[in-house]
């Protein structure tokens, strides 16, 4: 069964502390890896699709890697604006089609 | 750019009444996707379209119809609401093959009481 989970649930940190978000995920046959932010009350905004073992990709403060079992979020020195829910999510296997999603983590910024 | 566009942002039922959410993409996308988002849960997939004229079920699509009308627009029925469908629920829709991003309109807040 195709699972993705992220961690941790839940994340505090002080404006300009670096984290990382982590996503593990388990499918037959990846099609890619989708990261998305999501604001309170609004739709999923997409942020990064990789698609193959060893592959990065960046985005102002923001970083994504993946491996054959996990994708990381790398943030750097946030800012409050970067507080949202990151979700990340995996296409189902077998072809099937749409994206199977974690439940997020929620990211707040201290300034 | 419109992108998605879903209405209405929010409505509240009684349960037992019947309604229908409103999808429309301006992408040219095939592939069209109705989502619920509950607390706890993430983002699940009702039902979804992957060109005009067909739907499939996704991971919960009992107590939901859908209906392609065209390439445009996507709509989602709630034929008899219970309170078990209060959610919040986001149409997406994504070009050619799987493997390509989807797109996520703004949401619909729907509350069955």
């Known amino acids: 069964e195709d699972q993705v989970t992220q961690s941790p649930e839940a994340l505090r940190l002080q404006e300009g502390e670096s984290s990382s978000l982590n996503c593990s995920y388990t499918v037959s046959g990846l099609r890619g890896l989708f990261w998305y932010r999501q604001d309170p009350g609004k739709g999923p905004e997409f942020l990064f699709t990789?698609?193959?073992a060893g592959e990065e990709k960046e985005k102002e403060r923001l970083k994504a890697t993946l491996t054959k079992k996990e994708s990381f979020l790398h943030i750097t020195a946030p800012k409050p604006e970067d507080s949202a829910t990151y979700l990340c999510?995996?296409?189902?296997?077998?072809?099937?089609?749409?994206?199977?999603f974690g439940k997020g983590t929620h990211l707040i910024i201290q300034p | 750019n419109a992108g998605v566009t879903q209405t209405p942002k929010f409505q509240v039922l009684k349960t037992g009444q019947s309604m229908t959410l409103q999808c429309a993409q301006d992408m040219n996308h095939n592939s069209m996707y109705w989502y619920r988002q509950d607390p706890g849960m993430g983002l699940r997939l009702i039902y979804y379209s992957a060109s005009e004229g067909t739907t499939d079920k996704g991971e919960v699509p009992n107590g939901y119809n859908v209906s392609r009308l065209n390439k445009r627009e996507f709509s989602l029925r709630l034929e008899s609401a219970a309170p078990s469908q209060t959610s919040v629920y986001f149409c997406?829709?994504?070009?050619?093959?799987?493997?390509?991003?989807?797109?996520f309109g703004e949401g619909s807040w729907l509350t069955v009481v």
């Open positions: 997406a829709s994504r070009p050619g093959t799987p493997g390509n991003t989807i797109y």
């Open positions: 990789l698609y193959s």
């Open positions: 999510a995996v296409p189902p296997g077998g072809g099937a089609d749409g994206l199977t």
